[in-house]
């Protein structure tokens, strides 16, 4: 016996038949762990030792039989048991099954018949802890998995579900029969529809979920009808994400466009503006060059020479305006708190709403790039006042939180429900958006009816420097 070694411990009330067993197992290889006379002594033998089998007589000295000892070695310590016994009537053999043994030979036996069943319920044993182990490895795998499954039966009963998935439907402390009712959606959707669907559902409380399922035939057993298995993904973010993404290209695309036609309208009317107003200077000034060439000389030449002299300036300041309009040379100059104090002052001139302004907020540290966007959202801003706020004060304050700096616009004028209005519609907001997005900032807006509205600018503190 050289390839089934094993332990083997004898629980046997009759001494004789015990070693004679005994005799046998060693002949054949095997390591006997001990006799037993008692179910209590098996017991105790089991506290120090671990044997690969038991073999046990039905009838055992003391208080418990070997039946009630049997049960208790199946539960506690899952080790098989072979019953060794004179007893072979209905009553007996219907006990013994309960304790699901690995074999039942009846006294007296030869020892071929023992040595074969002891090698076949080790062998069982093997295959047991094999089917065990993958067992409790597809367990973990199952009830771990991070997305929901469900295994259904050839008629599309629920045999199981996991944790996920009970988490997906909003009902995770209970168990899969009982939540049949809020996993059926997800089961009829994979049965009625083929490939990878997609599924709505409602969790309890109201909340909508978009949920991604798909199938796999499981083989059960030979000529057995397969089990199905449903996998479950919740994509409700991703495809609130996509739609989010979709909704920003296109918006992206109309500021693109939007852009293009004032990029078109301000280059034609710069030209025109060049031609018609610095065109005609310039004809006067080789008009009067041609004048001077021809030597006209008249007693009192100065009015002609101040006329000369107020179109050159007229020519400059023409030129600085178009500069100007090109490019914010005060920012450029003076910084940002100047040219956001003379922008508000134009403001108010210009629209009559007094503007409380506050810039403590050490805007000397902000780069160029990140002053220009941040003065072009406050444009935007005090431009949405003008246009729909109808308000008399606005506030422009500033603070710096952590890493962040935070401007807020806010105007005591009419406000807006915000339900009612698409704000992803706006270009002008869009574009405010944009430009605090590039640097890794937000716009958010808040207004209610007859409570003005606030704009919040928020970017990191280090950008743009």
């Not at 033998?45 to 039989?65: C, H, K, N, Q, V």
């Not at 072009?376 to 008399?392: C, F, G, K, P, W």
């Amino acid at each position: 016996m050289d390839e089934h070694h094993g332990h083997i411990l004898v629980a046997e009330d009759e001494l004789i038949v015990a070693h004679s067993i005994r005799m046998r197992l060693e002949h054949h290889g095997y390591v006997v762990d001990g006799i037993a006379k008692s179910g209590e002594e098996a017991i105790s033998i089991l506290g120090s030792t671990r044997p690969d089998l038991i073999l046990m007589d039905i009838r055992l000295a003391g208080e418990i039989d070997g039946i009630e000892l049997a049960e208790r070695i199946r539960h506690e310590y899952q080790i098989p048991v072979i019953f060794l016994t004179a007893y072979s009537d209905d009553a007996t053999l219907e006990r013994a099954k309960i304790t699901e043994p690995f074999g039942y030979i009846i006294k007296p036996f030869e020892t071929r018949e023992l040595i074969n069943s002891i090698e076949i319920a080790l062998y069982r044993r093997k295959l047991n802890a094999a089917l065990q182990t993958s067992e409790a490895r597809f367990r973990g795998l199952f009830e771990n998995a991070v997305i929901g499954l469900i295994l259904l039966d050839h008629d599309g009963r629920i045999i199981e579900a996991n944790r996920t998935m009970l988490d997906l439907v909003g009902l995770p402390n209970t168990s899969p029969r009982a939540a049949g009712d809020a996993l059926g959606p997800v089961i009829n959707a994979a049965r009625t529809r083929r490939g990878r669907v997609e599924q709505s559902i409602t969790r309890p409380g109201g909340e909508r979920r978009l949920l991604q399922i798909s199938s796999a035939k499981i083989p059960q057993a030979p000529n057995s009808p397969p089990y199905t298995a449903l996998f479950v993904e919740d994509v409700t973010e991703l495809r609130r994400y996509e739609q989010d993404l979709q909704d920003r290209q296109r918006a992206l695309r109309a500021l693109f466009f939007n852009e293009e036609t004032i990029r078109e309208r301000e280059r034609t009317r710069l030209s025109r503006d060049i031609h018609d107003v610095l065109g005609q200077m310039l004809t006067a000034h080789k008009m009067d060059l041609h004048w001077i060439k021809s030597g006209h000389q008249e007693e009192n030449n100065a009015p002609r020479v101040d006329e000369m002299l107020e179109h050159i300036d007229g020519m400059i300041g023409f030129v600085k305006r178009v500069c100007s309009e090109l490019r914010d040379s005060v920012l450029d100059d003076f910084g940002f708190e100047v040219a956001l104090n003379e922008h508000v002052k134009q403001f108010t001139e210009r629209v009559g709403v007094r503007v409380d302004l506050d810039t403590s907020c050490a805007s000397e540290t902000l780069g160029r790039d990140l002053a220009v966007s941040l003065l072009r959202i406050i444009q935007e801003a005090l431009t949405n006042v003008a246009r729909y706020a109808n308000a008399s004060t606005v506030r422009i304050r500033c603070v710096t939180r952590r890493d962040r700096m935070i401007w807020t616009i806010e105007d005591d004028g009419m406000g807006f429900d915000m339900t009612q209005i698409n704000l992803g519609s706006s270009l002008g907001l869009i574009g405010m958006n944009e430009r605090a997005a590039s640097w890794g900032g937000l716009v958010d807006i808040a207004s209610e009816p007859g409570r003005g509205t606030t704009v919040r600018v928020e970017v990191p503190t280090g950008a743009g420097t």
